[in-house]
């Protein structure tokens, strides 16, 4: 596979750690970092994917990144994951919040125990990642924590509203972060994809004619695909971002 992005120097060696990292979105991530010379570790609850991953990038570079097994709703296996990672690679300077569910839902049918199993898959984890790495993060030097929100918020998507919350609440997260973090130079910042065409999403949600729409709402006429988020998440965690925080930042092709 050939490698379009721009080669950062400080990402060489730099510890990286990606949330849902097995397929879609996340892998792409996890494979960009790895071009970059990262030592990177990923969790994720697809195994087999997850699996599949890795012998791929083994079979590209040599040697292939730290997968975990993990459900990232259990707070205490997501903490587990981030101190096994740090003995076997170091400490992290890079956490990317990647995982999350949008499965469709009627606000109407949404139960108690639907609502709270949501918040602890596509909110939750970021705040306690972030609180499990940023102390050793702080003293390593710094890094960077990249949030991933969702153009489902700008775009008010309905049968999403539970998704759709959690989503808002991660700009809130990242803003008030970037404040309490700041001083200990770690930077906080979310990535806001658009319509990225990721298998699940085609499998799923997205037909000819949905496509077609997106189409028409993107400045740019171009499929947006896993891979074209990674040169975004790349840059903020790169030193040449070092004076970027709180800031959001959208992958989504100029919609409007």
């Given at each position: 596979m050939t490698d379009p992005s721009a080669r950062y120097p400080s990402l060489e060696d730099r510890v990286v750690f990606v949330t849902g990292g097995g397929s879609g979105i996340g892998a792409a991530l996890v494979s960009a970092f790895h071009r970059q010379g990262a030592r990177v570790a990923f969790v994720d609850i697809d195994e087999a994917a997850s699996r599949r991953l890795c012998r791929e990038i083994e079979q590209e570079s040599g040697h292939a990144p730290l997968y975990q097994h993990c459900d990232v709703?259990?707070?205490?296996?997501?903490?587990?994951?981030l101190d096994e990672t740090v003995q076997s690679l170091g400490p992290i300077r890079t956490l990317v919040n990647n995982a999350a569910n949008d499965e469709r839902h009627d606000w109407r049918e949404l139960s108690v125990d639907d609502w709270n199993e949501r918040m602890s898959l596509n909110l939750r984890p970021m705040f306690f990642a972030i609180q499990a790495v940023a102390e050793r993060m702080a003293a390593a030097g710094g890094g960077s924590i990249i949030n991933f929100g969702s153009i489902s918020v700008q775009?008010?998507?309905?049968?999403?509203?539970?998704?759709?919350?959690?989503?808002a609440a991660v700009h809130g997260l990242t803003r008030s972060l970037a404040r309490d973090l700041g001083t200990q130079n770690i930077r906080v910042n979310t990535v806001v994809p658009g319509c990225i065409l990721t298998a699940r999403q085609l499998e799923r949600w997205i037909g000819p004619e949905d496509e077609a729409r997106i189409q028409e709402h993107q400045c740019l006429k171009v499929r947006l695909l896993p891979e074209h988020v990674a040169p975004a998440v790349l840059f903020l965690a790169a030193d040449d971002s070092a004076q970027l925080t709180g800031?959001?930042?959208?992958v989504d092709g100029g919609w409007g």
């Open positions: 709703r259990d707070v205490d296996a997501l903490r587990a994951a775009n008010a998507i309905g049968n999403l509203s539970a998704y759709v919350t959690a989503k800031a959001a930042i959208p």
